[in-house]
């Protein structure tokens, strides 16, 4: 199996827990006399047999997504590196809408600190970068095995 396979086979596992979570819920507590529609004792554990699968398959995958580390980390870093530009971009565009600031009988000019195209430009840089990362850890999680 796959990194990827693996990660759709642990949606599919929580979705389980939290299907049978949700139906232990139903009969923890039920009125007597009531028809009961599951045995609370087999569901609870279902529920630790499905939390012992899913702890083994996350091991599997920390383990086999060794391979990964250096691109999760370049993933991390360029998504704070675009937040940062993003905001700076952003507050360069509000700078264009009041490059002064009068406050009573006095003016105050504000200067910017950055140039609004080589800011834009190191973010298309920095989100091409990007998504060229992430291509190569998709392609990585189809070819490594766990």
Do not use: C, P
């Amino acid at each position: 199996m796959t990194l990827q396979e693996s990660f759709m086979e642990r949606n599919d596992l929580k979705k389980k827990i939290q299907r049978t979570w949700t139906e232990l819920q139903t009969v923890i507590i039920f009125q007597e006399g009531s028809e009961v529609q599951f045995d609370a004792v087999k569901k609870l554990e279902e529920l630790k047999i499905l939390h012992n699968e899913l702890f083994d398959l996350n091991v599997k995958i920390d383990t086999a997504n060794r391979v990964n580390i250096e691109k999760l980390q370049k993933l991390k870093y360029l998504d704070e590196e675009i937040v940062t530009y993003t905001n700076i971009m952003t507050a360069l565009l509000s700078w264009k809408k009041h490059g002064t600031i009068g406050y009573s009988d006095e003016v105050v000019v504000q200067i910017k600190a950055f140039d609004f195209n080589e800011i834009k430009t190191e973010l298309e840089r920095l989100e091409n970068e990007r998504r060229k990362t992430d291509k190569e850890l998709q392609k990585s999680n189809w070819q490594t095995e766990i």
